[in-house]
């Protein structure tokens, strides 16, 4: 029996207990501390780990592995994360990765392996979720495994990335190899072969190659492949037009397309979107457009589409294909080089021309057939051979090699020259010349080509010939030659005669023909001619001809006659007409004299005969009116002895009567009765003489010295009468103590006549029809000058330009022969004098006739302007421009001189410009007082300041113009040609 502890050795077991106790508990701390660090770990931890005892019950696992199992393909609630078995977690997918990783497992924890690894795809996800499994056993008072795995889907898809560009590489690489030496006759078939493989490679279902055309405004389809199943393209040509503009710019920017675009969720480049909606109505789900350069020029493109799915392409991706572009590019150029060697060796063997390539040596290295022929040579016996041993030293010195020296040069060459070849003889050839460069820019020799040009030679010596001779008829003549084209757009050929007749230069004319021939043409044959040339064709016409008027620059008219001729193509239709022009003024002016002569030779048989009349009258009217004037005397003496003894009778017999009228009164009237009757007798015998002299025929023609007053006077005997039946009054203003003048009495006598004839028939009120005929010297001029003015109905400046021509009249209707004024004008310039006529419609006609007096010399008028100022209102300016172009001007008068008087002595003033100025505005005054006393004047007006005119109340007849300043010549000979001048 064991001895009791003693209180001692009790109290010290409880000590050492306290302090096993107190240990334990300490080491319980510090492993609830330790596994709650650890879980704190473990749950930071990205992969997912966990416990597994020998069945496969889950002991424990971190947040990631309950995270995973909640949100994961397992699909199971949180709170029975943790407490289910793995395998009946795993047990639902029926799948040999889930198979495998079970039996991997079993085996590690049964102990017949220590460590598991696996990569495990999780059944049922999209896209694919990639899994690396850990599994590894433990010993314990539990065997197990603690397993764990993380997420590799990115990491499997980089690997997979890598893979598929590392084999795109080796594909590119591989095309790349295989067309260094491909044959060209096998680059198409090539290119072909790369597109599958690519397409292939890539996993997309079309791809093609796109050209440019040369003009940037197509893409057409040269190669394509499609993947099995797979519908072709239907466009093999695509114009850059909306909707494929912006595509184009952006693919000959350089830029690549993609659809959709490198970020989905952004929004896509305009080029892109324009076309997404058009792939996405033919099933394309994306595609990419890569520009296929040469150089720095963008040649094609390089595209690729998938219909069935989405395709993304990396920058990478995007680099290797650039690269395949430009494979595809230098293969397709060195193609279409070898093809145009080919076909320049095929032109260079059997073209026609002779063509050789000599060195710097001057010696033959390639000549092609032609040349061989012309030196009936094998080419082989050519080359190497020198050039002056088939020409001789002479022709190779001096035709040959300057101009291959110049070209060895840099310089290209051309000439012509005869050669003598031994098969062909003397022919003569056309050598062009050009310098070939080699790779560094050195001239290494000369290409010769040459053009057989004998033929022509030959033709163009013939042509030549006709031409030298069709120049020398064409430009020795006086007529113009035309060939011109039928619309009158081309000009041919012209002959120097056009120059002398025009006045003007031929190169405008070449320029533009249709606008420089129509520009010369006078206005008023303008119109027609324009017309004629608009019609263009000719029916049934071989050909025509027309008379018109052109104006030199000079200013002289012409009249041309044409006479064209149509030149007919092959068709029928007038491709170019012929035309030869005459000068015809000299004919028309023959002409007109012609027909003047002739009705001047008809005036003068009618007036012969009218002065047979006259005479027979005159010689009738006469012998009676002598009876009357040989018995005036005696009755007059006879009354004489009567009066005193009736006047004696008269006064015994006051209320004496005969017919009602007083006896005295009788004898009074009886003396003024022989009286009137003496006065009529002379009357009848002024009347008579002035017959005889109006019939009377000057045979000799002379002129002697005459009275202008004495030819109005005995011109109005002889048509006064019929001027007082047809105007008002009839007023004379004869100056006196005029000057003789040498002349024609019965010319003058005609023209004065015609002058107050033409001015009665202008008149159309009788009452208040008026007719003026006036004289005076005009010293300064050293003339005398006639005027006679109606106020008649007047004439616009067209009639007035042609007053004077013969055959025009105003009064057709009236069977006026248009002679009278023509046949005035040539009887004043036989008297080497000027007749003039101003007129304004409405207001009426002054016909005003120069006539030099005596043997003076006098200067011939021409229009002029007179100029009249105001105060302040200068004038120096517009007088000196209005000189510079050529205006006669009489001296600047102030408005306040006497501007009637001016005006009278200088009847060659059709026109008075008036400056006037505030506050007096004499100027206005002076204007009234020209309108009323000269209304045929034309008054011009301007104010200074300007606008100070607005407000006048006109008491007369306005200014012809009023300006609101100053003007300048320009505009005032503009204004005055539009109101009309006085033609002398």
């Known amino acids: 029996m064991s001895e009791k502890p003693t209180y001692q050795q009790l109290a010290q077991r409880v000590r050492v207990l306290e302090e096993e106790l107190k240990a334990r508990d300490l080491l ?62 795993i047990s639902g997918a029926d799948d040999s990765g889930s198979r495998h990783l079970v039996s991997g497992l079993r085996d590690v924890l049964s102990g017949a392996g220590s460590f598991f690894e ?190 069935r799915s989405e395709k993304a392409w990396t920058e990478n991706s995007i680099r290797l294909l650039r690269i395949v572009g430009e494979i595809f590019v230098n293969a397709l150029a060195r193609q279409r080089a070898e093809e145009r060697l080919r076909k320049y060796e095929m032109i260079f063997s059997t073209t026609s021309n002779p063509i050789a390539f000599i060195d710097r040596d001057y010696r033959f290295r390639v000549v092609n057939d032609a040349c061989s022929r012309n030196f009936d040579r094998q080419r082989d016996e050519l080359v190497g051979q020198p050039v002056a041993a088939f020409f001789g030293t002479g022709v190779f010195e001096t035709v040959i090699r300057p101009p291959c020296e110049r070209c060895l040069a840099g310089e290209e060459v051309r000439y012509q020259a005869w050669f003598d070849f031994p098969s062909r003889g003397l022919r003569y050839m056309d050598v062009a010349c050009s310098p070939f460069s080699e790779a560094d820019g050195t001239v290494s020799g000369v290409v010769i080509n040459a053009l057989d040009q004998t033929g022509n030679r030959q033709t163009a010596d013939a042509l030549r ?36 007749i025009w006045g003007r230069s031929r190169d405008p004319l070449y320029a533009d023909p249709a606008a420089s021939w129509l520009e010369a043409v006078h206005p008023d044959d303008r119109a027609g001619v324009a017309r004629r040339i608009a019609a263009g064709d000719f029916p049934g016409e071989d050909e025509y001809d027309f008379e018109c008027r052109i104006i030199r620059p000079d200013g002289k008219v012409r009249w041309i006659c044409n006479r064209v001729f149509p030149i007919r193509g092959t068709s029928g239709t007038v491709s170019r007409l012929a035309r030869v022009t005459s000068d015809i003024t000299e004919k028309k002016r023959l ?68 017919s009602n009228v007083p006896f005295r009164e009788l004898i009074e009237d009886m003396g003024e009765i022989i009286r009137s009757v003496r006065t009529g ?57 005029l000057p003789d003048i040498r002349g024609h009495f019965q010319k003058l006598e005609q023209v004065v006549a015609n002058l107050l004839v033409n001015a009665s028939q202008a008149v159309t009120d009788k ?41 025009f009249t105003t009064r057709q209707r009236h069977k006026g022969t248009g002679l009278g004024l023509s046949v005035s004008y040539g009887l004043i310039r036989e008297h080497h004098g000027t007749i003039g006529v ?26 002029a302007v007179l100029l009249v100022k105001e105060g302040r209102c200068a004038c120096d300016k517009l007088q000196a421009e209005l000189a510079e172009a050529g205006e006669p001007l009489p001296d600047i008068i102030d408005a306040a001189d006497d501007i009637p008087a001016c005006l009278t002595a200088h009847p060659e003033v059709d026109t008075v410009v008036i400056g006037t100025c505030p506050p007096a505005h004499r100027g206005l005054r002076q204007a009234e007082i020209i309108r009323s006393r000269f209304p045929l004047l034309t008054v011009l007006l301007w104010a200074d300041p300007p ?38």
């Open 465 to 500: 010939e006709k031409d030298a001779r069709f120049r020398q008829l064409a430009e020795n003549i006086n007529d113009v030659f035309w060939l011109i084209s039928a619309d009158m757009a081309e000009l041919f050929y012209v002959s120097p005669a056009y120059e002398t």
């Open 767 to 807: 009452m208040k029809g008026r007719i003026s005929v006036s004289t005076r010297c005009i010293g300064r001029l050293g003339a005398v000058i006639i005027e006679v003015e109606d106020n008649g109905k007047g004439m616009t400046p067209a009639v007035t330009d042609r007053i004077f021509e013969p055959f």
């Open 28 to 89: 319980e701390q510090a492993l609830r501390k330790n596994h709650m660090f650890t879980r704190k770990v473990l749950n930071t931890l990205s992969p997912c780990i966990a416990v597994l005892g020998r069945a496969g019950e889950i002991l424990t696992a971190n947040r990631a592995w309950r995270d995973f199992l909640r949100d994961g393909p397992f699909d199971l609630p949180p709170d029975t994360a943790t407490c289910r078995n793995f395998f009946q977690i």
């Open 838 to 863: 101003l007129s304004k419609p409405g207001a009426g006609s002054r016909f005003t006739v120069w006539l030099p007096a005596g043997r003076a010399e006098w200067s011939a008028p021409r229009p």
């Open 118 to 307: 696996a990569e495990y795809v999780c059944p049922g996800l999209t896209p694919e979720k990639w899994l690396l499994f850990h599994a590894s056993a433990f010993d314990g008072p539990e065997d197990g495994a603690v397993i764990s795995f993380s997420d590799v889907t990115r990491l499997r898809a980089v690997q997979v990335h890598l893979k598929r560009h590392i084999a795109f590489e080796d594909l590119v690489t591989s095309v790349s190899t295989r067309f260094i030496n491909l044959p060209v006759c096998e680059i198409d078939h090539g290119i072909r072969d790369a597109l599958g493989a690519i397409g292939r490679n890539a996993g997309v279902d079309r791809s093609t190659v796109l050209l440019f055309s040369e003009d940037r405004t197509r893409l057409c389809l040269t190669h394509r492949w499609c993947a099995g199943g797979i519908a072709p393209i239907d466009a093999t040509e695509i114009e850059t037009r909306p909707p494929f503009d912006t595509f184009a710019d952006a693919i000959l920017k350089n830029k690549v397309v993609r659809i959709p675009g490198p970020d989905a969720c952004h929004q896509q480049d305009t080029e892109s979107a324009d076309l997404s909606a058009l792939f996405a109505r033919h099933g394309v789900k994306s595609a990419i457009a890569v520009p296929m350069t040469l150089g720095d020029s963008v040649i094609g493109v390089l595209g690729f589409d998938s219909i």
């Open 591 to 658: 002409l007109r004299e012609a027909a003047l002569r002739r009705q001047q030779v008809i005036q003068a048989d009618r007036l012969s005969a009218l002065g047979q009349v006259v005479a027979g009258v005159a010689h009738e009217i006469n012998n009676p009116n002598s009876f009357i004037t040989y018995n005036i005397p005696l009755l007059e003496e006879t009354w004489e002895i009567f009066e005193p003894v009736l006047s004696e009778y008269a006064d015994r017999h006051p209320d004496l009567t005969a």
């Open 681 to 737: 007798s002379e009357r009848i015998n002024r009347v008579v003489s002035d017959l005889k002299d109006f019939a009377r025929t000057d045979k000799e023609g002379a002129h002697r010295p005459l009275s202008v007053n004495r030819v109005i006077e005995k011109t109005l005997t002889i048509v006064g009468a019929q001027l007082r039946n047809t105007v008002g009054r009839v007023e004379l203003a004869l100056a006196e103590n």
């Open 947 to 984: 606008g100070s005119l607005q407000h006048v109340v006109w008491k007369g007849r306005r200014p012809d113009h009023i300006f609101e300043s100053i003007p300048d010549a320009e505009t005032v000979i503009g204004v005055m040609k539009k109101i009309g001048r006085q033609r002398l």
